[in-house]
């Protein structure tokens, strides 16, 4: 059995590591199972890119198709057009795709138009918002699918819900925590840690990336003064994009208010979860770092009118605000009087998922 194995994004890499080392694993076992992987190039910063691959123990791409940058209509042609020369060139029995990115949907429908199937690992999630491009992506994505492995069993009442069968449906569980738990012990303090002496607990960390929360400089100024007013002086890490990173340094050029807030490059994988892991708490618009939280029990306060990941919610240690920055300083006084929610680990969340994945693949190709 031959399978192509698609990253592009750094959120992928995360998803396809544990995979890998279930392919591998299996191959010792004599099973007849092989791999190429495919990066589609579609994050190409060193930091979103090929730190993660030597982190995470899993090898150097077989090639890089160097599908970076432009629009999403430009990138996802880019990407349809270099993956299709891929796949003519190394065909395969079934393509495999993983989460919600470009080059989730856009190698999912060159595979479907060569009459290869596709499974999609993280199928099934939803946040029933058609202006996040992610949630377009799973949708397409979705429609195409021939296999699809979920992460909890609502996703499998949303496939069954568009029409797919149970015997293409296979809850398994998480491949993001099969990663989080192999490489927990593992994790490495970044120079952060030293050069403000943080100390477990008492300090908070930041994650915005959505353009509604960062773009407007105005709403942004708002959040930040908001954060940085009600986080009873602790340090605040925000690992930023340069670009967004300027918008906040114009923002603060002259209010020494910000003197809290900490500003420092993207961090790889094992720096930041440690900094994850023993912070106070984590302030986001991310969905995969709720996911993480949950599992490491840390409170999360997450920046967004909804979530594809209702289960870090009603599980786990995430709480959704909403975009208003007055719902800010509600959530941290909660946070700070000590009653925030212990949360428990969904289903199958157990670092097992990739396992189950490739035996059933094992068992069903």
């Keep these: 059995m031959k ?11 995360m998803k396809i590591a544990p995979v890998i080392h279930a392919i591998n694993k299996a191959q ?30 899993i090898p150097e791409p077989d090639i890089n198709l160097g599908c970076g940058g432009g629009t999403q209509a430009e990138q996802t042609a880019s990407i349809m057009i270099a993956y299709e020369k891929e796949l003519i060139a190394h065909p395969a029995d079934l393509v495999i795709v993983v989460g919600d990115v470009t080059s989730t949907m856009a190698c999912a429908i060159v595979a479907k138009k060569l009459n290869i199937k596709v499974a999609h690992i993280e ?30 069993e609502r996703a499998n ?23 989080l738990l192999a490489n927990r012990n593992r994790f490495q303090k970044p120079a952060i840690w030293k050069k403000l002496s943080l100390k477990k607990g008492e300090y908070i960390v930041m994650t915005l990336h959505r353009p509604a929360n960062v773009d407007e400089e105005e709403k942004l100024k708002i959040f930040l003064d908001v ?10 890490i925000f690992p930023v994009h340069p670009r967004t990173a300027k918008n906040i340094e114009a923002i603060f050029q002259a209010d020494h208010s910000a003197s809290t807030l900490h500003l420092i490059d993207p961090l790889g994988y094992l720096e930041f979860n440690y900094l994850v892991e023993n912070a106070k708490a984590v302030i986001t618009d991310s969905g995969g770092i709720t996911e993480e939280t949950t599992v490491m029990g840390i409170p999360c306060i997450t920046v967004r009118d909804n979530t594809e990941r209702p289960e870090t919610v ?49 068992n069903n190709l």
């Design 28 to 57: 010792q076992s004599n099973k007849n199972i092989d791999y190429r992987l495919v990066h589609t190039g579609q994050h190409y910063d060193q930091k979103m890119s090929e730190t993660f691959f030597q982190e995470l123990n």
């Design 227 to 236: 954060i940085i007013d009600n986080s009873r002086g602790l340090p605040i």
């Design 3 to 13: 399978l192509s194995l698609i990253v592009g994004a750094r959120p992928n890499f």
């Design 314 to 362: 009603e599980m786990g240690t995430n709480e959704l605000i909403g975009t208003d920055p007055s719902a800010l300083k509600p959530a941290l006084d909660k946070l700070f009087s000590g009653n925030w929610k212990k949360g428990e680990i969904p289903e199958l969340w157990d670092g097992k998922a990739a396992e189950r994945i490739i035996k059933i693949l094992s």
């Design 157 to 179: 009442q949303n496939l069954l819900k568009s029409g797919k069968s149970e015997e293409q449906i296979f809850f398994v569980g998480n491949v993001m925590i099969d990663t």
């Design 123 to 152: 199928a099934g999630i939803r946040s029933w918002d058609l202006t996040m491009p992610e949630e377009i992506n799973r949708i397409v994505t979705d429609s195409l699918a021939d296999l699809f492995f979920t992460t909890t």
